[in-house]
C-alpha cells in the first residue's frame, strides 16, 4: 500500500521573551535582538501538522483533517492561543521559548495524542519568513 503525508494548518498567537538569564543583558541583546524585548511580544504563528500513512480502504483518507484540527486544538493549542510562553505554558518553564524549544514541546504532546496514526512532521512558522521544521530524530 502506498504511504502518503497529509496535513493541517492551524493559526495561532502567542506571547514570549526569548531570553537566556545565564547570558549578561548585552549578550542577550546581541543574540536574540527584538525577540530579547523586556516586557514581550508576540508572533501570529502557523503550525503545520503531518500524519503519514496509508489511505483507509473505506474513508479513502489517511486520516480525517477535521479530526487532526480537534486533537491539536484540544490537547495543545487551547492551552496556548493567546498565551505567553514563558508564563502560561507549563510545559515551557524554564525554557527558552525559541522557536526550535517551541516545536520540540508540540511534538511531546501531540505525538502520543495521534497515535496509533503516525505524525510524520510538524512546520512552525514564526513569521512567513522565518519557520523550524522537525520530523521526531
Ligand atoms: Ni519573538
Known amino acids: 500500500m502506498p504511504l502518503l503525508t497529509v496535513t493541517r494548518r492551524l493559526a495561532f498567537n502567542a506571547a514570549h521573551r526569548i531570553h537566556n538569564p545565564g547570558l549578561s543583558d548585552e549578550e542577550n541583546e ?5 525577540c ?3 516586557n514581550w511580544h508576540g508572533h501570529n504563528y502557523t503550525l503545520e501538522v503531518s500524519v503519514t500513512g496509508e489511505p483507509d480502504p473505506v474513508s479513502g483518507y489517511v486520516i480525517d483533517l477535521a479530526e487532526v484540527k ?10 496556548v492561543d493567546h498565551r505567553n510562553f514563558n508564563l502560561d505554558v507549563a510545559e515551557m518553564t524554564g525554557t527558552n521559548p525559541t522557536s526550535e524549544n517551541i ?3 508540540f511534538w511531546r504532546v501531540l505525538e502520543p495524542a495521534l497515535r496509533p496514526r503516525t505524525l510524520s512532521r510538524l512546520r512552525l512558522c514564526e513569521t512567513e519568513n522565518n519557520w523550524v521544521e522537525y520530523d521526531g530524530r
Open 70 to 79: 480537534r486533537i491539536v486544538e484540544r490537547t495543545l493549542l487551547d492551552r
Open 103 to 105: 516545536i520540540l514541546m
Open 30 to 34: 546581541r543574540l536574540f535582538g527584538k
Open 36 to 38: 530579547n524585548s523586556p
